[in-house]
């Protein structure tokens, strides 16, 4: 791949500790490891007190144009959008418009929505703050999201149902949920009388200049595709286009609180300046208080169970505020960093990271999604650019491990080392241009060749099975053979799965299965035909399906009554069933 690696200098000011040649050097690092495996672009943003330090280009932006990234090229920055979610509700406290401390069923009393999250005790107790904190205790549905109610009104209504008895400790445990966000802002829009997407526009990408938009606006969509990275598949140095129309049908407009913005380089650096001055825009005219800005990053919950691998933490110094992981013993010491990632589709990569005490803020944005060359590259990339701001100064521990990383990095035979399993194997070799599809075909996606059919599954899926579920959040699942007589599953009209293997299970690990019952269950895997984005489905391993179990009938005559998800793509998630819908 010709790399094309562009330097948007905006005047690095005396005051600034990072010096141009520190600059260079980094750059360097960075082109080496885009160049030598592939990635299709690659942009990043640093900056300090106020200041862009500066903008950097990596690859290309479409593959088969050689457009170049620039501080321009949109993202669909996934997650990242959960903290401008947080912001407007912060917003709205200030104004007198709700109290995100206060439980929010009261303060909707007037309103044609009623908040009903729970049937718990709790119920009348939930406030916004845990929704945005991830304490309700509801289950994460991971992967499951697009599959929800149509528009925000209906999700906020139909919430109560994802509850079924899934429960986990309310305030005592975190269980990261997209929903929740979506609920939080419906909320905002009652009680502001605006939508999401209107203020969002109004107070935050006006005041400060931004040219970013959302997913949900199909028109800014369409207007600015020539801005927006392809969407590509980065797998073992292969980038596969998946086609442009994903960004205008893959998405459920109600949930761009929790993940549908667009965003730049260019776009993410002045919020990033915006959050670091504590309110305050470009034209020095403060916004909001700063205490605003502050609530975003107390600790509500904890983050339990969590590790990184590299360079290594503790997983007891990572909270979790409103929109932000807050990691309260970092790489520096005693000095705080707040982070937040965002995995759009597997597509689409983003990551932001400030460091309030340096008053530095670094954004990164991928073509090809979240992978463990990306995961790994982000992780060196933090150390190196604080190394940089602290003069040399990090722990040494820390440098020797950077060191020992980059020179494990032989790009001269393409050979970057990932873990699988827990051990550090290398890729394998990795085409520089990577695979560019005609853009003409935007499905020219391979799918999982090695899965083949059982001998004969048909007996096994009589009639009996076949027919019509419903869940009340999740909406619709159909078994049905389609005209060729291949056994399906189609959840709500459009995504439809082939089943290629059923099996019965005799071992009463069926995860809706209670103590002591034992009768027999037959167990589906599926695949889905139509998500050519979603890289887990192109493993050759045979791990990342779909799991469907289903109670046998009673009698010959009769028909099973519920079918119940217990994986999804590559996520073990709760039991969620689906109630049979009477003929």
């Known amino acids: 791949m ?29 082109e080496k490891v885009v160049q030598c495996h592939g990635l299709a672009g690659l942009s990043l943003t640093v900056v300090q007190d106020g200041d862009t330090l500066f903008h950097r280009g990596y690859g290309h932006s479409d593959l088969s144009l050689l457009t170049t990234v620039t501080p321009d090229t949109l993202y669909a920055i996934g997650s990242v959008s959960k903290q401008f979610t947080s912001f407007l509700l912060e917003y709205y406290q200030e104004q007198g418009l709700i109290d995100l401390e206060q439980p929010l069923a009261p303060q909707l009393a007037g309103a044609d929505e009623i908040f009903r999250i729970t ?64 609920a939080a802002a419906r909320a905002g829009e009652i009680m ?88 305050i825009l470009n034209s020095r005219q403060r916004l909001v208080r700063s205490q605003t800005i502050d609530n975003m990053f107390n600790k509500l919950s904890e983050y339990k ?5 590299f360079p290594h933490w503790s997983s007891n110094c990572v909270g979790y505020g409103e929109g932000w992981f807050l990691f309260t013993c970092p790489l520096d010491h005693d000095n705080p960093e707040y982070s937040h990632s965002g995995n759009f589709y597997s597509v689409h990569y983003s990551k932001i990271n400030l460091y309030p005490e340096h008053k530095l803020g670094v954004f990164y944005a991928f073509s090809g999604g979240k992978t463990a060359l990306n995961r790994k590259l982000l992780s060196v990339l933090d150390v190196l650019i604080l190394d940089i701001v602290l003069n040399g100064h990090l722990d040494p521990d820390i440098s020797m491990e950077v060191d020992r990383e980059l020179k494990s990095w032989d790009c001269q035979s393409n050979d970057f080392p990932v873990e699988q399993n827990g051990k550090k194997v290398p890729s394998q070799q990795q085409s520089i241009g990577g695979h560019v599809p ?27 099975y076949l027919g019509v579920f419903r869940h009340p959040f999740l909406g619709k699942a159909e078994l049905l053979y389609d005209d060729k007589h291949t056994p399906r599953l189609v959840l709500n009209d459009k995504w439809t799965s082939r089943i290629y293997e059923v099996k ?8 809706s299965r209670g103590p002591g019952q034992s009768e027999q269950l037959l167990i589906l895997h ?24 289903i109670d046998r009938p009673t009698s010959p005559q009769s028909k099973v009554q519920n079918i119940t998800i217990i994986k999804w793509i590559n996520y073990d998630i709760e039991a969620v069933a689906f109630t049979r819908v009477k003929d």
């Not at 948007?8 to 360097?28: E, H, K, M, Q, Y």
């Not at 019965?504 to 995860?511: F, L, Q």
Request: glycine letters at 8%.
């Open 2 to 30: 010709l790399l094309l690696c562009l330097l948007f200098l905006a005047g690095v000011t005396g005051s600034s500790s990072i010096s141009a040649d520190a600059l260079n050097a980094l750059d360097n690092k960075i």
């Open 119 to 182: 049937s718990g005790s709790e119920n009348g107790q939930i406030n916004v703050k845990d929704l945005l904190s991830h304490r309700t205790g509801l289950p994460n549905y991971m992967g499951l999201e697009f599959l929800g109610s149509s528009t925000r009104a209906q999700l906020f209504r139909d919430l109560f149902y994802s509850e079924q008895d899934m429960r986990k400790e309310y305030r005592g445990s975190w269980h990261y949920n997209n929903w929740l966000y979506v």
């Open 192 to 279: 502001s009388g605006h939508s999401f997407e209107q203020d969002l526009q109004r107070l935050v990408y006006d005041n400060l200049g931004m040219g970013a938009g959302t997913l949900s606006d199909r028109e800014f969509v369409r207007r600015n595709l020539h801005r927006i990275a392809k969407p590509y598949l980065y797998q073992s140095g292969e980038n596969t286009f998946v086609g442009d129309e994903m960004w205008l049908r893959s998405w459920n407009p109600s949930m761009t609180p929790a993940g549908g913005l667009l965003a730049s380089g260019k776009d993410m650096a002045r919020w990033m300046n915006f959050l670091l001055s504590g309110g």
């Open 305 to 309: 169970n969590w590790s990184r691998t």
């Open 438 to 464: 005609d853009q003409d075909s935007p499905n020219q996606v391979s799918h999982v060749s090695h899965i083949e059919y059982e001998d004969d599954i048909r007996p096994r899926l009589t009639a009996n």
């Open 504 to 511: 019965a299970d005799h071992s009463n690990h069926g995860k």
């Open 526 to 549: 599926c695949f889905f035909d139509n998500i050519p984005w979603q890289p887990d489905l192109f493993k050759d391993d045979g791990t990342n399906e779909m799991v469907i179990e």
